[in-house]
Every structure is written in C-alpha cells, then in structure tokens.
C-alpha cells in the first residue's frame, strides 16, 4: 500500500465533466455567483477537447422568440413518450435563445443567411422543433467554452478521474476525490456545491468511447437516487465503420431489408415504416433476427447518384477526416446493401433531481446526461438539454453557497476514499479489465437482453452477470492507466445490474424499453419514473408518478405521439 | 485505430498525447547517444501507448501541426455484440 498524500484543492462550486453540460454549469456558476467565486471544472481528460459533445455536430434546440414554445415543449414531451420533467424541459426551451446569445458572447458563430436569419433546420419527426449547430461543430463549441471560462476565471483541472464523493462532517455532499489521469497523484477537492456532469453511464460502445459517465454512479453511492435506467440509446449501425445519416438516407430512399430481401419495417410499423423512431427500428431488427432473418441491411441503392456524396461529408471535423481517408472499397458497401444492426450507444440512467437540477442530496447537482429530466434525447434536444440544465445547475450551486453550512472534511473518510483507489493498484498484475468489459458487453448487447426483453431472458443474464463480477473482483491495475479503466468497468458493472432489475421492474412497453412478455404501453399503471435508490448495498425500485402539468398521452397528437406509440394513427 | 507517428519529423510539441481523450499516446524520454561517450540528447517524443483503446477520433491526425500522425477509419475494436 502506498503512503497517503496528494494534493488539496479548495473550491466553492466543483464542476465534474466537461461536456456541453459540464462547460455550461461552469459558466453559469461564475456569472451567477458574487465576484470571488471560485468555481472549478474538472474532467478526466483535457476539458474542451474531451465528452460527447465535442465529437458531434453540436446541434442544438433554439426557440426564437417568434416561435411557439408550447407547440415545441408539447412535442418534445410526446416525442419523449412522456418520459419527461415537463416544467424543467420548458425552461430549457424558453432559456435557450439567451443560451445561444451566450454563446456567441464567447466568439462561436452560427450560420445566417443573407438577410441575417439563423439557419436552422426541423429535426427527426417533430414539426415545429428547430435545430441549429454552430460553425465547426463540437470541437469549436467545446475549445470557445474552455476558452470563455479560462478568461473568466474558472480553474480547469485537466485529467482529473473523480473517483468518490466527499460526504465530510455533515449531510451534504463536500467535494470529491480522485486522481490524476496519467501519474495517478491523488486529489481532494473540497466544495461547497459539487455538480455532476459526467454524462449518462455507457459500456464503451458508443461513437464516442472515452464517456464513462461513472459520476451517475458515485452520485448513487453518495446517497442520490437515479432512474431512466431501463432506456437506453440503441441506434442501427454499421458495425466496421461509422456511418450516420439514417434519417437523411430514409428520407432520400433508403429501406430496411432483411437476410431474404424483404422490406420489414412496414410489417412491424404499418404506419412509419422505415420512417418510425429509431428505437423502434431496433426492436422491429431484433424480432427479424429473433426469426432468423438477419442479417438485416440499410439498402441505400435507390439513393439517387447525384446526392450520394451528401452521405460522405460532414461538417465535423473528425468525420471529415473520417470520410475522406474511407477506401473505395467501404464507400461502395455504404451504398450497397450495408449490413446494419442496433448499436447500443448509451444508457439513459441518470440522477434525479428536481427542476433546478438539485439531486436528494444536499451539495449535489447534476446537468447534462448525468441529469434524469429525460429519457430521450434525439438529435438537437440532446445538447439543448445539456445547455439549460448546465446553465440551470450552475445558478442552483450558486443558490446553495448561501444555504449550505461549510463545508469540512472528514480525514477518516478522505483516507478511507484514498485506501479504496490504492488498494486496486498492483504492479505485478496483468491489465485485464478489458477482457470482463467484453463479456460485459456480450451481455449487455445481446438483442434479446437490450432491446427485445423478457424476464425470462433478463433474470439468467443477471445470474451471468454474477459469474462476471466474481471474476472481477480478483483484479488489480499495474498502471494509472488501467486504473482508471479498472473503475470505469466497476461502475458499468453496478450499472448493469440496476439495468437489468429495472428492465424487470418496468412489465410495460415504452420509448426504447421493450418487453416481450409486455408488448403494450400502459399509461394507467406506467406513467411513471422508476427511481432506484441504494439500500444497504442492493438497488431498491419505487414508482414515481410522472407530473404533466403541460402534456399528457391523450391529448392533441402531433408527428412525435404518433411515432412514438405503438398503433396510434 | 491510430496507425504511426512519423517520429522522425517529429518536434514533440507533445499536442498529441493533450488531445488524446484515451489516452493512447504518451509523450516518453528518448535518449539518444552523441559523439561523446557517456552523454546523450534527450527529447520528448509520442509512442502508441495502448493503441487498442484508440476511439478513432481522429483528435492527434487533426491537430498535429506537422502532419506526421496517421488514424486508420475503420474501428477494428467496436464491440460486436448483438
């Protein structure tokens, strides 16, 4: 064992994650907060070239003032399949032109046309929602953040891994713990307000595979409840390369076959075919595939000739790089028969709060992913989301300052956080954690365990996942680097578990959880959170009726309601 | 998957290893020998650490400043599992 020691670092707001939600709360915080306020981000990584925000176009949901924000909000919800904190997604929306004024503020450019007018576009399957990205996507988006908070004051802590959360000498929540990412010293970092924003947890399976999003789990360990943990973000995909656009290619001609030819979205979807939400294009593959009919393809050969290299341009950096370096031989299979299957790219647990973004427990925030408000979060609303609750969560931590006792640490405890980091480093050991993180993934993808369920399939993965975490809990890190790695499988290994139980927990159909022994939506019982707390060391499950102070299923349908339920016209 | 870096154009402005969001690339001491016995240069150089856990980002090709890293599109360790 070695001997404690590290550094101390002293904060009034901590920021972990350096995401859109993360760089948001950070800014919020220092311009909310009295002149002196000491506000810190800190990632694992370097903080503006780092999250899932930088590695996208960084399209996001603007209501001008012209526009009708109950039309939006009321769509949104319904394209949420009501899974949604109506009043918080509301103030998301009505912030979000000031957000975008922001954000010019700090030098990002969004396109105009001639007479000065945002470009912006609608965006999947919602009629009055209108997105726009700045110009040089989530790169720029992220570096003028980092750039904006440097020249405000907020301390950057680069490549720092957060590893536990500080509860001190009270109730509240002090600050947080971790390490540095490359030479593994040791941190504490004492705050009055800590907000997570570490995004929602993954399995490294998404486009972009340094999010983790373990600040979801430290926040539960800490005492906050989560939920949304039966929805997840599953997206057909090819599985050598990465290839977005399904939407744009649908609607340009492209059509879902299976292994015989066969156009299948329309047997399972009479109504949207090929055009029905994504999730629901994931489950109508894992019936094919549960028939024996895969492998299932994107025939993109009646994409007109002409706009075919449209699908092999983007205006984001690396995918630029990406489609320009392709080999003739990929580019000719995108435009073939491409065999396509769903990937899983995120879950969608995240921490519970209310709509000033304040968890249960005292001192902790959470915006972004990390943040429970909704369960879905399709292109444009994603980000959006991430902008307003940052924003949300950075003036409740300033709120805070005022309401919270000091906070003190608790030497015992900051030792004990210490002991648990060093106690899974061992020089000797070989760096394994890659080979359980496979067969986590073996689990957690299978069709019929993550998008086609059934409690007879998910109870025996639960027993698998056991054999799993035995194997496990035998490991050690021989570096910093397998460390970090050795943590990030911990918490996905916990996460799998509370997916798994919630999955059973929810015996209903909706958004992108998929029964197979209860194919049907049932707002009657299910209308509703699951919220899971820690209790003595098992995920306990309650229901938490959802407030619709805005929409309820029922009422007037637009695209999204359509779409989004099972037989509705 | 990150493929080379052409370290001998190298200038270890260490760019790479920043950006790097998994940490792939590690700038390393490299010594090498000079005319007089005993004493050698050093310089701060990239290596491909754990190039198993590229994410194929792209983020070292696109802000190198001199051209020297090269990233391989297709993502030879995505998780096939369905």
Not at chain 1, 87 to 113: C, I, N, Q, T
């Amino acid at each position: 064992m070695s001997e404690f020691g590290g550094t101390l670092i002293d904060t009034d707001i901590l920021v972990i994650g350096a995401g859109a939600g993360g760089l948001l709360a950070a800014l919020s915080a220092k311009r909310h907060g009295a002149p002196g306020t000491r506000v810190s981000i800190a990632d694992t990584w370097l903080v503006g070239r780092t999250g899932h925000t930088a590695f996208s176009n960084a399209w996001t949901v603007v209501v001008e003032p012209e526009d009708d924000l109950e039309a939006i909000t009321r769509e949104i919800i319904a394209g949420n399949d009501w899974m949604a904190d109506q009043v918080l997604v509301r103030e998301v929306l009505a912030m979000s032109w000031d957000r975008l004024k922001d954000l010019e503020g700090l030098d990002l450019k969004f396109p105009k046309d001639d007479r000065g007018r945002y470009i912006r576009r609608p965006t999947r399957g919602l009629d009055d929602t209108r997105v726009l990205c700045p110009v040089g996507g989530g790169l720029e988006f992220s570096w003028r953040l980092r750039q904006g908070l440097e020249a405000e004051g907020v301390q950057i802590l680069d490549r720092i891994f957060v590893t536990g959360l500080m509860r001190g000498r009270g109730d509240a929540i002090v600050g947080a713990v971790g390490i540095h990412s490359r030479t593994g010293a040791f941190h504490a970092i004492k705050a009055h307000a800590t907000v997570v924003c570490t995004n929602a947890i993954t399995f490294r399976s998404g486009f972009v595979r340094d999010i983790t999003g373990t600040g979801t789990l430290l926040a539960y360990k800490a005492g906050a409840a989560l939920r949304n943990a039966e929805f997840s973000y599953t997206r057909p995909g090819t599985p050598r390369f990465y290839f977005e656009g399904i939407t744009f290619a649908i609607q340009e001609g492209a059509r879902f076959v299976n292994a015989k030819g066969e156009r299948f979205m329309p047997r399972h979807e009479p109504i949207w075919g090929d055009e029905a939400d994504v999730p629901r294009i994931a489950r109508a593959m894992a019936i094919e595939r549960q028939q024996g009919n895969d492998p299932l393809y994107l025939d993109m050969s009646l994409v007109p000739e002409s706009i075919r290299e449209t699908f092999i341009k983007s205006k984001v950096k690396w995918m630029e790089y990406f489609y320009r370096k392709l080999g003739k031989e990929t580019q000719t299979e995108i435009f073939g028969s491409t065999p396509y299957y769903p990937q899983n790219q995120m879950t969608k647990m995240g921490i519970r709060t209310d709509a000033a973004c304040r968890s249960d427990v005292p001192g902790l925030l959470s915006a972004g992913l990390a943040q429970a408000g909704a369960a879905n979060h399709f292109a444009g609303f994603h980000i959006g989301m991430c902008i307003g609750t940052g924003w949300i969560a950075g003036r409740s931590a300033v709120e805070d300052l005022g309401r919270l006792r000091a906070p003190v640490l608790d030497a015992a405890e900051v030792r004990a956080l210490h002991a648990e980091i060093d106690r899974e480093r061992n020089d000797a050991e070989e760096a394994a954690s890659d080979r359980v993180l496979r067969d986590l993934q073996a689990l957690m993808f299978a069709w019929d365990v993550s998008v086609w369920k059934h409690a007879a399939r998910l109870e025996p993965a639960l027993d698998r996942l056991a054999t799993i975490r035995e194997r496990f809990g035998a490991l050690a890190a021989p570096h910093t680097h397998e460390l970090v790695r050795l943590k990030e499988t911990e918490a996905m290994l916990l996460a799998a578990e509370i997916i798994l139980k919630a999955s059973l927990y929810r015996t209903e159909s909706r958004l992108s959880h998929f029964r197979e022994d209860c194919d049907l939506r049932d707002d009657a019982n299910w209308l509703c959170w699951v919220d899971i707390c820690d209790g003595r060391g098992a995920p306990q499950f309650s229901k938490t009726p959802i407030r619709t102070p805005i929409s309820a299923p029922g009422g007037p349908e637009g695209r999204a309601v359509k779409r989004a339920v099972k037989g509705a016209a | 998957m990150i493929e080379t870096i052409d370290v001998a154009h190298c200038t270890g402005c260490g760019i790479c290893d920043l950006v790097c969001p998994a940490d792939v690339i590690h700038m390393e001491d490299v010594a090498r020998e000079t005319e007089v016995q005993g004493l050698a240069q050093h310089k701060l150089l990239p290596v491909i650490k754990f190039r198993e856990h590229c994410i194929t980002c792209f983020s070292c090709e696109i802000f190198c400043p001199e051209t020297i890293v090269d990233v391989h599109p297709v993502v030879k360790n995505r998780p096939r599992a369905w």
